[in-house]
C-alpha cells in the first residue's frame, strides 16, 4: 500500500514569508509525528497528534510554528515569517496508533530552504 | 542538553567487516531503543529495535547489545555490504504521553567494496 507522502519535495521561499508542509500518513494510521531534520543533526520531535486527543507541541521551537490535522487524516505544519534557521528537511511520521510499540513510518521531506 | 550521544559521526568499514554504531542515553525512564536507517532523500526507516528487559537481539545481519547499568546501547552490522551505506540513526522514548522518540545525531556509514 501507499506510503507517507509528503508536499512539496522541496520549497524555497524568502524570509519573512509563511510556508505551508503537507503530510498525508498511511490510511487508517492514528498517529501522527512531525520531525525536524537540520544538516548534521538528528530528528528533532516537533508535534504529535493522536486521535482527538490533544495534540503534544512541546517540541515547536517557537509561536512561529503551528501544526493541525483535519479529520484525523492529513497534518499541516504552517511556518510564519520564516527564518533562516528554519531551513531543514520537515519529516513526517505515522503509526497505527500512539505509543513506542507501534512503528513509526517516515514519509520522504520537505526539504525548505529560506534565502 | 542532548539525551541520547551518538558515535562515531561517520565511519568506514571494508566489505565484509564489522560496523559498530554507540548510543549513551541520560533518562532512566526511557525503555524503548530504536535504530533506524536513512538513505540518501529518503526518511528513516526502523532497522531494529530494543526493549531493557533484554540484553541482546540480533535480526539477521544486525545486532543490537543494550547494557542497562552503563545506559549504552549499540548496533552491529556483521558482514558489512555496500548496501549498507547509509546514516544510522540511534533513538529512544519513554512509556507515557507522546512516546516520541528522541534521536541520536546519526553515523554516516560507508562501506567500501
Known amino acids: 500500500g501507499a506510503g507517507v507522502s509528503q508536499s512539496p519535495s522541496n520549497k524555497v521561499t524568502e524570509k519573512g514569508k509563511d510556508v505551508e508542509l503537507r503530510c498525508d500518513p498511511i490510511?487508517?494510521?492514528?498517529?501522527l509525528y512531525w520531525y525536524r531534520q537540520s544538516l548534521g543533526q538528528g530528528l528533532e520531535f516537533l508535534i504529535y497528534?493522536?486521535?482527538?486527543?490533544?495534540?503534544?507541541k512541546s517540541g515547536l521551537p517557537s509561536d512561529r510554528f503551528s501544526a493541525e490535522r483535519t479529520g484525523g487524516s492529513v497534518s499541516t505544519l504552517t511556518i510564519q515569517r520564516t527564518q533562516q534557521e528554519d531551513s531543514a528537511v520537515y519529516l513526517c511520521a505515522s503509526s497505527l496508533s500512539g505509543g513506542a510499540i507501534y512503528e513509526q513510518f517516515f514519509g520522504p521531506g520537505t526539504r525548505l530552504t529560506v534565502l | 542538553q542532548q539525551q541520547v550521544k551518538q558515535s562515531p559521526q561517520s565511519l568506514i568499514v571494508q566489505k565484509g567487516g564489522i560496523s559498530i554504531i554507540n548510543c549513551a542515553y541520560e533518562?532512566?525512564?526511557?525503555?524503548?531503543f530504536p535504530w533506524y536507517q536513512q538513505f540518501p532523500g529518503k526518511g528513516p526507516a526502523l532497522l531494529i529495535a530494543i526493549r531493557p528487559d533484554v540484553s541482546e537481539k540480533k535480526e539477521g545481519r544486525f545486532t543490537i547489545s543494550f547494557n542497562k547499568s552503563a545506559k549504552q546501547f549499540s548496533l552491529h552490522i556483521m558482514d558489512s555490504q555496500p548496501g549498507d551505506s547509509a546514516t544510522y540513526f540511534c533513538a529512544a522514548s519513554k512509556k507515557g504521553g507522546s512516546e516520541k522518540l528522541v534521536f541520536g545525531k546519526g553515523t554516516k556509514l560507508t562501506v567500501n567494496p
Open positions: 533518562n532512566t525512564a526511557f525503555d524503548y
Open positions: 490510511s487508517g494510521h492514528t498517529a
Open positions: 497528534f493522536q486521535g482527538n486527543s490533544a495534540p503534544d
